[in-house]
Each structure stands twice: as structure tokens, then as C-alpha cells.
């Protein structure tokens, strides 16, 4: 009986941390990550930084807006920014501390070495929480550039593939 007691009492006591890793509805989240890259020389470098602002509609679902920001810093030339804005939504899969999601984002691509045009496209990602309200995120996405409806269907096929890790809050 005691051993039962001890039991039940240590299941009671790890029931909240568990439980206060999932957001609730309603609650918002940060995100921010990072990525770049050098040739060999360090001739040609680009900076990359991904930042990201949701709210969940319900425990599982998570609609927001992400924003990209990218340097380019070619020897010989100034540096070249460029970027994107999307609205996504995002679907999570169980209530644990570790949470696959899939999504898809649209918006758009601006800057100095790119043509401004539409974008869109699924998203695969896994975030999970060290803390109740802090987590760390790694997502896949694949982006697909169209100037109108009509030329999204044809383009589809000519999409890149972006990745990035960052590490988010809930509030």
C-alpha cells in the first residue's frame, strides 16, 4: 500500500510538467532561428535569420506569420538582402513534450537578388520542449514561386527546399 501511495504520488507530481509542456488554446509563441554559410575563402557568405509570431487556435492547431531575412555578401560587390513574409498554419501531432507538425505557408519573396513574387507551400517540422514554456524547433519546408493562380500549378515542380532550427517560446 505505501509503495502504491509513493507511486500514484510521483505520477501526480510529473502529471503537470508534462501536461504544461503542450500549449492551450489561445496561447501565442515565438520563434527564432538561424543559418549560414561561407566558401572556402570566405569570398561568398550569406547570413540567414527566420523569426516567427502564431497563435493556437486549439492545442493541436497553429496559425501565424513568418518572417525570413537573408544577407548576401559576395567579395567585390555590396551586400544583398532579400526575404519573405508568409502566413502558415500548422497541425501538431500529440500532447507530449516532443511534437511533429505538418503545415503550409503562402506569401511572399522580395529583395535585391530575387524578382518579387508569390510563394507557397508545405511544411514538415518537430519541436520540443527542454522547459514548460521554451522549445526547440526544426522544420523542412518546400516553397514554390508563382506570379498569378494560373502559374501556380505550373511551377509547382520548380520549388526549393528551406531548412532551419530556432528555438521558440510560448506566452
Known sequence: MNRLFKTSLMVAAMLPAVAGA????GDKEITLGGAGSSDKDFDDTVFSVQGSWGQYLSE???WGVRQTVNA???EGES????GSTRVFYDYHFGTGK??????????GVYGDR??????AGPEVGFKYWVQDKT???????YQFLFKSGSDAQDRYDDGVFLYSIGVGFNY
Open 22 to 25: 503542450a500549449p492551450m488554446t
Open 60 to 62: 493541436s492547431s497553429l
Open 72 to 74: 548576401r555578401d559576395t
Open 79 to 82: 551586400v544583398k538582402f532579400d
Open 98 to 107: 516532443a511534437r511533429p507538425f505538418i503545415g503550409a505557408s503562402i506569401g
Open 114 to 119: 530575387v524578382d518579387e513574387t508569390f510563394m
Open 135 to 141: 522549445f526547440i524547433t526544426a522544420m523542412a519546408e
